[in-house]
């Protein structure tokens, strides 16, 4: 009996995802440059980023660059490169 509960609860921890299975999928991982171009799609990625906690818009300017910035309720102030990519200005 004692080799038969074994296997049973061998064969449940092998189908049982691990921590890191579990919360965090590889597909759902996304960088910065990768969203799109729009101000919403902004806010949606750096709202998913602060887990969950809606991020805002602040206030609009200009970098050094003469680009627009957008400032966000996160702390961090955002523009877009000559190709469309966001990147967070310093």
Known sequence: ???LRHSFFSMIN?????MSQAFVKESDEQ??????PTLN????????????I?????????DKDGREMVHMSNG???????????????
């Open 54 to 62: 809606r991020v805002y818009e602040k206030g609009k300017g200009l």
């Open 41 to 52: 799609a902004l806010i949606v990625y750096l709202t998913r980023e602060n887990n969950g």
């Open 31 to 36: 960088w910065l440059h990768e969203v799109q």
């Open 76 to 90: 961090l102030s955002y523009s877009k490169d000559d190709g469309g990519k966001w990147f967070v200005v310093y």
């Open 1 to 3: 009996m004692l080799h």
């Open 14 to 18: 092998k189908y049982k995802p691990s």
